[in-house]
Structure formats: C-alpha cells, structure tokens
C-alpha cells in the first residue's frame, strides 16, 4: 500500500536547478543546519561554490568488504574471517518490511525529489535557526550513501573516517558539499532501487554489523528476507545511531525507537495503524549471533592451519603480483576459500598434540601431515592453543612452518631426520646400501675433504679437522647404510656424506623442499647430514612423503579453491610435482626406513597394522626431539621443543611424565604414532613398492651384532624404552677440536655447529 514509485528521480536539467538554488544558499542552508547563528553566511556561499567546482565529478565506489569463509576439504567451515563482518545480498533478499521502514524513518521523499530534497533542507534550516542548535539534518538517502562510500573507502584509517564523517565546521561543510555533488552523479547513474540497496547493504548497524544481511544474523540469527514487521522496523531505527539504540544494551532506547520508525510506517501508509499497533505490542524478539571472526574461532583446534592459509594468501603472487593487491584482496574478503584439511586428520593431529604435551608444560608438541603425491597438508596442530592470552598458555607461532608463514626465525635443526636424505643423496651417486664403513666412537674428519658447491674445499689447510662422535661407548665397528640408519650411526653418515658429496646431498635436500626456516637455501656444512641446520616440521613430513611418493616431490598445498565475491573462481597454487630422485631410490629408502621401526630406533612408535617407515631425531642438549615418518598414504613430522627458547629436555616433566632424557623415539614417537593412528582409521592400507636392498657382506660385523643382539635383546628393550630410547637419540659431543679459532669465510658454522643425535 505504499505510495513510493520505482526509478530514477529528478532529470538532470531538474537537478541542476535545484542545485544552482542550493549553491546560492549553500553557505546558509549549511551553516543553518550546523552552527545556531548566521551572521556569516554570505562569506560562506561564496568559497562553498568554489569548493563545489573543484570537486571531482564522478564517485569512485570501492567494492564492500565482506566475510571471508576458509572451508576444510569437505566443505564445513573452518573460520570465517572479515575485516568488516558483511554479507551482500540483492534487493529480492532483503524483504520488504526492511526497506519500507528505511524510507520512512530516514528519508519519506525518497522517490519523490531528487539526489538533494530543498523541502527538507529549507525544514531543517528553519527548525535549527528557531532552535538555536542543531535539531534537524536534511540529507536524503542518497546522500547519506554517498557518505557510507567515504567512510568505506577510509577503512582502518582514523583520519580518513574522522573526515567522511565531519559534522560541522569547514570540514563539516565540505563533506555535505561533496555528498551533494556525488548524489547528483548517482542519482543519473542508478535507480532509486538500486541506490537503497546499496545503501542497505553498506550501512553500519551496531554491534559490527555491516549491511542489513549481517545485522539480521546478528541480532535474529536469521536471513533478512525472513525479517517480520517489528524485526524490520528495529533495524531501520538503528542506523540514525547505532549505538544510542544499540538492543543489546540499551533494549528500551531501542523499542523506542523502533516504535518511532512504525509510526513513521503507518505515516507513509507503508502499513495500517492496527499492524503497527500489534508491532509495537511484541518484545524486541532478539535471538543474538554473535560474529565469530577470525582463525582464533577456528574449529577442531585448527586456528594455526587457518593463518597458514591467510598468509598464503597475503604471500603468494597467485593472489596478486603485489603485496598491495594481495592484502587488498584479503581485506575485501568475500572469498570461499576451500582447503586441503581434513577433519578426521585435524582431529587426530590436535589430541595427539594435546596429549603429548601439556599447554603450560615448558615445551611444545607441533604436529603436521602431507598426503603423498598431492602435497595436501591435512593437519597442522600444536600443544599450545591458537590465540593472544599467554596466560592461558596461548600463543600465535606456529612451530610447523617457515618465519614467512607465521613460524619461527629460523626454525629448528631436525637432527637424524636429516641422514635419509643423504642417504638418498648417496644411492643417486650410485653407491650401494651394501657399501659399509668401520670406525671407533669418535672419528676425526679432513676438512678439506668436503667441498661446496662452488667446488672449493672447506679447509684451507691440510690439517684442519672436524671431530664427529657417536652416542655409546659400544658404537664402533663396521656398519652398511641400513644398520646404520637403524642404530643412526654419525660417523658413517659422515663418511657417507663425504663420499657422496656435500653439494650433492644440500641440492637433493633443496629438491625435496628443505630450506632453513627462514626459506633460505642449505649452506654447504658438513654437519647438515646430522641436521645441525635449522628447518620446518612441514618441510621435513613433505620431504618424507617425496619417499612415500616413490621419488616425486610436490610442493606443500593448503588451498584447493577460491571463489571471490562475485563467485569467480581464482587461480591457487599447484603443487607442482617433480620427480627429484629414481623410483629406485625412495624405494629402498623406504625399504631402509622400514627397518628403523621394526628393529631400529623408532621401534617403539612403529605402526603394527599397515607398512610404516621413519627416522628419529634428538639434538644438542637435548633441544629438539623429533619423529618423521609415512606410509603410502600419509607423511606426519612430531618435533617436541621450546618455542622462543630452547631449553635442555633432561630432567623434565612432559605431559605429566618424568622424563631423565627425552628422546625422538621415546618423546615424539608415541605423538607420531597417535596422530597417524587416529587420521588413518578407516583408510585401507597399502604397501610400499618392495625391493631387494643389498647388506654389507662382512661376516665378522653379522656375527658381532647377531651375537650382541641375542645377548642385548631381552635384557634391554624394555630398559631402553623406558629410560629414553638411547638408541635412537644419537647425541654425540662432536669436538672441533682446534678449530673454534679457525677462519671458515661463508662457511663458518652457526650454533650446533657439528652437533647432533
């Protein structure tokens, strides 16, 4: 029943001459409605119409920031992420109470003046001079969308909005200037429809609710089409003042005014007395949602896979070739970002965290997975909860990834985890898993018998020397590579390395996607075999699922899909699959890997249902303790440590239990094989591709650790279980002997130089 008629308003010849009219007035009319006294208004007009013409003449309206939805692999919602909590929707979306009720409470002859109303402007003149203040405004709702444009091209900057939004004085006058001139513009370029629903859906109504689709939610947790009478009339009172009439905390200021807006309705003859009566008769009806914003929110514990994604986005140049473009891309929102995390897998990885290590324990428990051949991260979880309150233990460093992703300077060296990659290294020179080296405990290493890959040599004088040693005292004697990667003997990883080569292990390294955590490239120490060289959890379990994949590297992937706004499909990154090594290769690898969790150092947390391989990892002190391991269907690295500090892991209590000396298979093993136990329930297992691996052919050695396992086995499996997992926690004091003076130019070591178990 309402009078109002569709479309366009004034011609422009209309709204010329109504704006000539207004120019000559301007310094009155604007005085008038902003200051109590008039006694200057002829100084005014005249710099009012100057400033007029300088003016520019078209209105650029930026796109509305909307929510962002990060979505798991199967399409539930992970967090919904904004810098303004906002959801456009059409006009047919919204209902007709809604705009109805706008129309009369803020502008009753919308449809029927033009971008400026004189009527309402020489009304509110007279009403503010006969006042003495300011009891009226006059700007139609044309203008005041132009105002909501300012505010929305200002975003987070203060000035910017203080200046959209100036109420009197120059600035003040200046701002209804502009509004006045951009009204014009739009009011020949859009309909009167198209500019309420514009206007309704870029508006601020409380309580951070950005446009009548995000109001609803919030105050009715529902959709603004379904929007009754006395829920329309609430939220078209709201926009006058948000906070004066906020219904959450002040519910009788905002009946009040809700009741206003209703009369002004029955008014317009938008409805009959008795409907508004029976409005007014109801309860604000309130039904709160409250805006969960941010990867904080995020569900299954997965709040640091949540920011991995956003700096994806903030990082990557496929969101854009600038940085400006992508964060303005991500602060627009309105993306549905689908990704690669897998509940059941999420799930998994976060009570194995939580259960390996307490959150005010002294050390941290960080879990990630990679599905082989995909490079999918489907879980990436840590012991600490996501967030900013340290004193509940909360924390927003995400151990798992680089310092570019959120991580920390530099990462954390991965110890033994390291020696399968120089182990591949050898097998691509074509030496075989066979070919054994003997040595004592300790064993003193020529510099100048490693080389960079600027082929120089890393001594510059004959006798410098590097000394390397194993864990226990009985570690001596002849080992192949399969022992010695069961048992994590160093010097023959060392020896192994040498005769490999150095540049050729950091090169096979950097194509398995292992950098330091600050994304820099490997340097050419010697002592990267025994992982000395800081690095990430996630490169760690993907370089390993590069083995499961048979010898196929794909670079890490969190983002599967994203549709914008406007529901185009963006293009993500790929991972990009290369194969780095021989099937050959990583499949004996495997083969090796096996062993250490059948019979080596990570026998304890070896999988007893399906084919699992894995290497363990402890280093200096004790700092870092780590178990990376796979099978054909998933890769997870465990590292249990400090965060900003690295304290000592001996004489510590983690998650409830003692420990005299931590280790990879004793602390991070039990985390590993929960997290893969609990994300692979239900996935069929599958075997790795078999293949013979030669052994050493040494009988003496055969005999010698056949003989000291029978009398070894059973006396001190379950002490070694217990205790620490000593075999698997290869943590030499590697002596530099002279050589803490000597001169190493590029290649001089950094802390843990030569250190590793």
């Known amino acids: 029943m309402g009078r109002k008629r569709p479309g366009g308003g004034l011609s422009t010849t209309q709204q010329a001459a109504k704006f000539l009219g207004v120019s000559v007035l301007s310094g009155a009319v604007l005085a008038g409605l902003a200051l109590p006294a008039v006694g200057t208004l002829g100084l005014a007009a005249k710099g009012m119409v100057q400033t007029f013409d300088e003016i520019p003449s078209e209105l650029t309206r930026p ?32 209902g007709p109470y809604v705009r109805q009720a706008l129309v009369a409470v803020e502008d009753a002859r919308f449809y029927e003046h033009g971008a400026i109303d004189m009527k309402g402007i020489l009304r509110a003149l007279n009403r503010n001079v006969t006042s003495g203040g300011v009891q009226e405004g006059a700007s139609t709702l044309t203008q005041q969308y132009v105002k909501n444009v300012f505010v929305e091209q200002a975003g987070d900057d203060a000035e910017a909005v203080a200046e959209a939004t100036a109420q009197s004085g120059a600035e003040g006058m200046g701002r209804k200037i502009r509004e006045m001139k951009f009204a014009i513009q739009l009011e020949q370029e859009l309909t009167k429809d198209e500019i309420l629903t514009n206007y309704l859906n870029i508006t601020y109504f409380g309580q951070q609710a950005y446009g009548v689709e995000a109001a609803s939610q919030r105050y009715f947790s529902k959709s603004a089409a379904d929007l009754e009478l006395h829920e329309a009339a609430l939220l078209a009172g709201l926009v006058q003042s948000p906070s004066a009439y906020d219904p959450v905390n002040s519910p009788d200021k905002a009946v009040n005014r809700r009741n206003v807006v209703l009369e002004k309705m029955v008014e317009s003859e ?153 182990a591949a290294a050898a097998l691509e020179k074509g030496i075989s898993p066979a070919h054994t080296y003997t040595s004592d405990r300790k064993e003193t290493f020529a510099m100048s018998d490693f080389r960079n890959c600027e082929n120089v040599s890393l001594g510059s004088a004959s006798d410098a020397e590097w000394s390397v040693q194993n864990e226990r005292e009985d570690m001596k004697g002849t080992w192949d590579m399969s022992e010695a990667l069961a048992q994590s003997v160093n010097t023959y990883f060392v020896d192994l390395e040498r005769e490999a080569g150095l540049c050729e292990t950091i090169t096979l390294a950097g194509a398995m996607g292992v950098t330091q955590g600050n994304d820099s490239s490997l340097p050419a120490h010697p002592s990267v075999t025994l992982g000395t060289t800081e690095t990430t959890p996630l490169m760690m379990a993907n370089a390993y699922a590069t083995f499961a994949n048979r010898g196929t590297y794909c670079k890490p992937v969190a983002i599967l899909s994203v549709t914008d706004s406007n529901g185009q499909e963006l293009d993500v990154p790929d991972a990009d699959c290369t194969q780095v090594m021989s099937e050959q290769t990583a499949d004996t690898v495997n083969m090796m890997l096996r062993g250490v969790v059948e019979d080596g150092t990570g026998q304890t947390a070896g999988l007893t249902d399906r084919e699992n391989a894995g290497k363990t990892g402890t280093t200096e002190n004790r ?41 990879g298979g004793s602390v991070a093993g039990p985390i590993w094989r929960q997290a893969m136990t609990g994300a692979l329930a239900g996935v069929p297992a599958s075997t790795f591709h078999e293949v013979d691996v030669p052994r050493g052919n040494d009988d003496k050695k055969d005999d010698k650790k056949d003989d000291k396992k029978d009398d070894k086995k059973d006396d001190d499996r379950d002490r070694d279980r217990d205790r620490d997992d000593d075999r698997d926690d290869d943590t030499p004091d590697i002596d530099l ?21």
């Open 63 to 94: 796109p509305l920031s909307q929510s962002t939805l990060i979505l798991d692999v199967e399409g539930n919602k992970i967090a919904e992420v904004y810098s303004r909590y906002r959801t456009v929707i059409e006009a047919d979306e919204m």
């Open 270 to 422: 938008d409805i009959t007395r008795a409907e508004a009566d029976e409005a007014k008769a109801l309860d604000l009806g309130l039904d709160i949602s409250r805006p969960q914003n941010g990867c904080i929110t995020a569900v299954h514990d997965a709040g640091f896979f949540c920011d991995y994604v956003r700096k994806e986005i903030l990082n990557n140049p496929a969101f854009g070739e600038t940085e400006e473009e992508r964060s303005e891309l991500w602060r627009l929102g309105g993306l549905r970002v689908r990704t690669t995390l897998d509940p059941t897998a999420q799930a998994a990885a976060a009570q194995a965290a939580k259960d390996g290590a307490y959150a005010d324990d002294e050390v941290t428990a960080a879990v990630v997975q990679v599905q082989p051949g995909t490079g999918h991260i489907l879980s990436m979880a840590q012991s600490r909860p996501y967030g900013l309150d340290v004193t509940a233990h909360e924390t927003t460093l995400n151990l798992n990834v680089s310092n570019a992703m959120g991580g920390s300077t530099s990462g954390f060296q991965p110890g033994s985890t390291f020696k399968p990659i120089t």
């Open 623 to 663: 700092q870092n303790v780590w178990f990376v391991g796979y099978t054909p269907e998933l890769a997870t690295a465990v590292r249990v440590g400090g965060d900003a500090t690295l304290p000592p892991m001996e004489n510590i209590t983690i998650a409830g239990k003692f420990w005299e000396k931590a280790g």
């Open 737 to 757: 002997g002279d050589w803490g003076d000597f001169d190493w130019g590029d290649n001089r070591p950094g802390n843990g130089w030569g250190r590793d178990r």
